[in-house]
């Protein structure tokens, strides 16, 4: 059975392309009591608020025709973000070389926060250029997760 984020990135990505958006991700989550659905969204040039509303009218008629969650959720259509967060390969591959924030689950040396350059993507394992002569590895089950991070 594929997950429900599966079934509404199938249903939304025509709608979004259409738009001349891409899908950066799908989440459902639940959050105080509430499940919500939210659909980010990346374009070049930047996504702005006409985006978000068109995609949020089609796409949330698609979701009432095709009805594949259940329960009630509150949908919501936003940027992916300056700071979005890395989850897929092509992600990885997409912004190599660019500022990033790792979080571990455990503390690693004492923290569990990591920034620097993105430096490699092995099967889930990230390296990161902190200015050392060596590259950091954190292994992919002590990576809580990896976000872009904006410099001034």
Known sequence: MKKITDIVWELAEPAVQEQGCRIWDVEYVREAGQWYLRLYLDKDGGVDILDCEAISRKVSDLLDEADPIESSYVFE????????????????????????????????????????????????????????????????????????????
């Open 77 to 152: 259509v936003g940027s992916a973000g300056l700071e979005r967060q890395l989850k897929r390969p092509g992600d990885f591959q997409q912004f190599m070389g660019s500022p990033v924030l790792v979080k571990t689950y455990q503390p690693k040396d004492g923290r569990k926060e990591f920034a620097g350059k993105l430096a490699g993507y092995d099967n889930g394992a990230v390296l990161l250029d902190m200015g050392t002569a060596e590259p950091v590895r954190l292994e992919k089950n002590e990576v809580a997760l990896v976000r872009l991070r904006v410099e001034f």
